[in-house]
């Protein structure tokens, strides 16, 4: 009986143990998400800004000017829905495991 409640004991250790941990494992995945996708940012408007200094020093056509613009903006426009799609997989994971966890 002893040792039926020991092993009890340290199961409900456990589960309490490793529950905590993926707590801190979620708070450690979002915050290295972030930290990509803002460095993903930055790295965008770096490479906008030095689009942009290389367009003005030359005499381009409008024409091209606009192809150029307008293909910084889809480049943008796919970072933004890239990074939100992985947040809500991110967000989905999380409460998958959750689920899971509450079900143990």
């Known amino acids: 009986m002893r ?36 460095e993903e940012k930055k790295a965008l408007k770096l490479k906008r800004k030095f689009s942009k200094q290389t367009m003005g020093g030359r005499d381009l056509p409008k024409s091209v000017r606009a192809q150029m613009k307008h293909q910084q903006q889809r480049e943008a426009r796919e970072l933004r ?14 409460r998958m495991l959750k689920e899971m966890q509450s079900r143990q």
């Open 3 to 38: 040792k039926l409640f020991v092993v009890l004991f340290m199961l409900v250790l456990a589960v309490g143990w490793s529950s905590g941990l993926m707590a801190q494992d979620f708070k450690l995945e979002t915050k290295q998400v972030k930290n990509r996708q803002k």
């Open 81 to 94: 829905e890239k990074q939100k799609n992985e947040r809500q997989d991110l967000k989905d994971r999380q």
